[in-house]
C-alpha cells in the first residue's frame, strides 16, 4: 500500500480574550501573558468589541481608537494580537457568533474563551450559551472573593489563578477626565498617545 499524502496536522489553541478596552490598561495585558505563557495556548487575540449587548454604548470610545491603543499596548510581543473580527459583524456583537465565524474562517484554529470568574456566574444570560459550553473550552481567571457556589463542574470550563490589578477602564477615564495621571495604570506607549490626545477627556 502506498504512502498517503494527507498529513493532520495540530490545531493552533488560540485564546480569545473579549472586551471593550475603553482603554486597555496593564490588568488587560497581565491576563492575556499570562493566559499566552501558563496555559497551554499558543497565542491570545484581544478581540475589540464595538458593543458588548450589556453594556450601554454611549460611553464607549471610537472603535478604531480603542483597538489603536490595544495594538499599542502589545507592541511587539508575538504571543498577543489586536483582533477587530467584530466590527464587520453584526451589531450587537454576540459570543457565540463570532465564535462560529472564528471556527469557519480559520479551520486550522481551536478557539478557547478566555473571561473573569464574574461573566461565567452569568454565563447562563448569553446568547446560546449552551451551545458555547458545549463546543468551547473556557479559560476562568478568578476575580477576588469568587466563589464557585452553584455553578456546576463543567468539563469545559478551567480555572487559573492570574495575578489580577484593582484597577479599572472607569477609573481610568474618570482620572483623565480630571486631568490626572494615570501613568502605569495604562502600557507606556498607550500613556504616551493619551496624553497627547483628547480621548476621553470632555
Known amino acids: ?12 489553541k488560540t485564546g480569545l480574550f473579549f472586551g471593550s478596552f475603553n482603554p486597555v490598561h496593564t490588568g488587560h495585558l497581565i491576563i492575556a501573558n499570562f493566559m ?3 496555559s497551554d495556548l499558543k497565542e ?9 449587548p450589556l453594556k450601554p454604548k454611549s460611553t464607549l470610545a471610537n472603535d478604531y481608537d480603542r483597538l489603536h491603543l490595544v495594538r499599542l499596548a502589545i507592541d511587539d510581543n ?8 467584530e466590527f464587520s459583524l453584526p451589531k450587537p456583537s454576540y459570543t457565540i457568533d463570532t465564535l462560529t465565524y472564528l471556527s469557519e474562517k480559520y479551520p486550522g484554529r481551536e478557539f478557547v474563551l478566555i473571561m473573569g470568574s464574574d461573566n461565567i456566574a452569568t454565563l447562563h444570560k448569553w446568547k ?5 459550553l458545549e463546543k468551547y473550552a ?15 463542574d463543567l468539563p469545559n470550563v478551567h480555572y487559573f489563578d492570574a495575578p489580577l490589578l484593582d484597577i479599572s477602564a472607569t477609573y481610568i ?3 483623565i477626565k480630571d486631568r490626572l495621571s494615570v501613568r502605569y495604570l495604562v502600557p507606556d506607549k498607550v500613556y504616551e498617545y493619551l496624553e497627547g490626545s483628547t480621548m476621553y477627556r470632555k
Open 173 to 175: 477615564r474618570t482620572c
Open 36 to 38: 499566552a505563557t501558563r
Open 1 to 12: 500500500m502506498g504512502r498517503s499524502n494527507f498529513h493532520i496536522f495540530p490545531t493552533m
Open 138 to 152: 473556557i479559560y476562568v481567571y478568578r476575580r477576588p472573593d469568587f466563589v464557585k457556589g452553584d455553578l456546576p
Open 128 to 132: 446560546n450559551y449552551e451551545m458555547i
Open 78 to 85: 508575538p504571543l498577543l494580537k489586536a483582533s477587530d473580527i
Open 44 to 52: 491570545v487575540w484581544m478581540v475589540v468589541s464595538p458593543h458588548n
